[in-house]
Structures are given as C-alpha cells and as structure tokens.
C-alpha cells in the first residue's frame, strides 16, 4: 500500500511540474486584469465522466517600465469517478525584473499553500485522474504546499536577424499532507532547469524559433524518507510563426523526453522505472483579424503519449477549435475558447472532451 501511494503521489505531482517560460515582453507596460471561467468535460473514461468548472484570475501591476508584479489564484469544482472535489487553488506571487542594460530578466515567485490541501484517501483515485497531463485540466490539484521560485533569462540578437538566449531557475518545494489523516508527510523534489533558444527572422513576416529545456530534479520524500527520484527531462521545441498583414500563422512542434525514474523501497532498495511517459505534440493556430472588434483564432492540435507503468498513458488525442476574442473598448475585452477533443489508448477505445471558456480582459 505504502509503495502504491508513493507512485500515485509522482504521478500526480510530476505531470503538474510548474516550467520555467520564457520571458516575454509587454507591447505597453500597463496594468492588466484577467479572469477566465472555464467548462471541461472527458467521457469515455473508467465508465465514468470528468468534469470540472473552474476559474482563473491573473493581476499584472507595474511599478514602471522594468519592475511587475503577478498575482494569481483560482477556484474548481471537479467531478470524477462519481467523487466531487472543489475548493481555491494556492496563491501565486512573481516579481519580474528587467536588467535592460544586461540583457537580463530576474523572476523570483512564491506559491502559497492556501488552496485545499488533504485529500480524502477514497477520493485520490478521482485526483489522480484529474491530474494527468492528457486531460489538460486547468486546475488539476488545489493545494502543493509552500514553493519558492528564482529565474534568470538572458537573450541578445547577435545580428539584425538572429537572437539567442539562455535561461535557468530553481524552485524549492515545501512539504505538506496530501491525505486528509496525515498519514503521509509529502515532500517534493527540487527542480532545476536550464535553457537555451535560438530565434531566426526571415525578412520582415517570418520567423524561426527553437528552444531545448532540461530539468533535473532531487529525491521525493515520504514522511522525510526518499521514496522516488524522476528522471531528468528534455523538451525540444521548434515554432514557425509566418504573417499576413494583421493575420498570422503559427505552427509549433514539441517533443519531451522523460528518461526511467528511480524507486526507492525498503532496505534502501532502488529499482528503475520507466513512469512519466513521452511526449510529441504538435500545434497549428491561425489568427484572422476580422476587424478592430473582432479575431478568430482557428486552432488544431495532436498529441501522442508513450505506454508505460502510469495509468492512462499511451494516449493518441486530437484536438481543434475555436478563440474569438471580442474587443469591446481599447481598455476591454472578452476572449472565447470552443474546443472538441477526441483520442483512443489500448485501454480506451475512445474518449473524447470538450472546453468551453469565456472570459475577460481589462487594461488599467
């Protein structure tokens, strides 16, 4: 029993690794609010259905044009193997930092384990579920416990049509019970990730970027005694963006190699194992502008997962779908997402999930 907790425990918190993004910067350095609603569903799963409400916010304040500060929380309200489980999410907190003269941005985040933490032991089945990286659920789990983040990304253009950069972060994981007796004290591996990109400009409508990530990560721990360590993961990534006047095409490829995970049992015995599977996933999206009120995003996506010890690995899923986004005012606007999944496993024939989202964006 103790060793079965130990691998749905790094199930579940391995395919929710927070990743350390690209910097990215704002057309205009202005306060900006967003909240998103959303409805998922998947059938066709355990003979049961996922479902899960959920809603996201986002407060990005800047203090002037190098210094921002993030906010960021939510609520869900999940509906799997006949068990509902609904409660906040933690609280999130990044300062970003811009270094111009350098060609440096610093990022230092917090999460703060105010979203539901223990879990009802007859209900991890159900998180488990809605923890796995093919749903794509926005609010897999409520409550990680305490996380301290710390990024540096550099990036320069080396000439008037190529730019590099490099990148690295730490995040420091605290422990926390994910079983409502307490039975079991959690404690997260550290992760560190490096990073190195490469962007291409072709004339003035086309560019090239590719980037590799690698993330190595330290021991989990149950009731402070190391249970697993995950291999290291690679991410190769390579995206085409092309544009039309005001329209733009955007084609992504991306794949993620998880090497086999080591398992600590009794006696300090280690076995290898291979259980966060690969991962290839490719992505079209097309952006029409349809006039100063209105664009439509065209999306179409796929995904392919490899079969391993995990539950519910092996997955083909295709997806595609629809993002207007309605501008009401210069200052607001309202984003849409329509979007139909379908895909099959060896042990799933077929299953299938809609998202539905609507939401707003307001700039201060």
């Known amino acids: 029993m103790k060793m079965k907790y130990i691998l749905i425990l790094a199930f579940s918190f391995l395919s929710t690794s927070i990743l350390f993004s690209q910097i990215t910067v704002e057309k205009e350095n202005k306060t900006t609010f967003s909240i998103m609603p959303y409805y998922q569903y998947w059938g066709g799963i355990d003979s049961t259905n996922i479902?899960?409400?959920?809603?996201?916010?986002?407060?990005?304040?800047?203090?002037?044009?190098?210094?921002?500060?993030?906010?960021?929380g939510g609520y869900a309200s999940s509906d799997a193997l006949q068990n509902k489980i609904d409660g906040i999410s933690d609280f999130q907190l990044s300062l970003n930092y811009k270094i111009r003269n350098l060609n440096t941005a610093l990022n230092f985040g917090v999460n703060l384990p105010t979203g539901e933490e223990g879990i009802n032991p007859d209900y991890f089945p159900s998180s488990v579920l809605l923890a796995q990286d093919v749903f794509n659920m926005k609010l897999p789990l409520l409550g990680q416990g305490t996380n301290i983040f710390m990024g540096l990304t550099w990036a320069k253009a080396i000439s008037d049509f190529i730019i590099v950069g490099l990148g690295t972060s730490y995040q420091i994981k605290g422990e926390y019970y994910p079983i409502t007796d307490r039975s079991i004290l959690y404690k997260p591996a550290n992760e560190l990730l490096v990073t190195a990109g490469l962007d291409f400009r072709f004339g003035n409508t086309a560019t090239l970027?590719?980037?590799?990530?690698?993330?190595?990560?330290?021991?989990?721990?149950?009731?402070?005694?190391?249970?697993?360590?995950?291999?290291?993961?690679?991410?190769?990534?390579?995206?085409?963006?092309?544009?039309?006047?005001?329209?733009?095409?955007?084609?992504?490829f991306r794949y993620r190699y998880s090497a086999d995970d080591k398992v600590y049992g009794y006696f300090d015995f280690v076995y290898h194992e291979k259980i966060i599977p690969n991962n290839f996933?490719?992505?079209?999206?097309?952006?029409?502008?349809?006039?100063k009120f209105l664009t439509l995003q065209y999306i179409a996506e796929a995904r392919f997962y490899q079969k391993t010890v995990a539950p519910y690995s092996?997955?083909?899923?295709?997806?595609?779908?629809?993002?207007?986004?309605?501008?009401?005012?210069?200052?607001?606007?309202?984003?849409?997402?329509?979007?139909?999944?379908?895909?099959?496993?060896d042990e799933y024939s077929s299953v299938n999930g809609v998202e539905l989202g609507l939401g707003l964006d307001i700039i201060f």
Do not use: C, H, W
Not at 281 to 290: D, E, G, R
């Open 209 to 252: 970027s590719g980037d590799v990530i690698e993330i190595f990560y330290g021991k989990d721990e149950i009731n402070n005694g190391s249970s697993l360590s995950a291999g290291t993961k690679t991410i190769f990534s390579l995206m085409f963006r092309q544009f039309y006047g005001y329209n733009s095409l955007v084609v992504l």
């Open 314 to 345: 092996g997955f083909n899923v295709y997806g595609f779908g629809i993002q207007p986004n309605i501008n009401l005012s210069s200052s607001l606007s309202v984003p849409l997402t329509i979007k139909y999944y379908m895909g099959n496993s």
């Open 51 to 72: 479902r899960q409400y959920s809603g996201r916010f986002l407060l990005k304040y800047f203090f002037n044009r190098d210094i921002s500060l993030s906010a960021q």
């Open 281 to 291: 996933m490719t992505s079209f999206n097309f952006k029409n502008y349809v006039s």
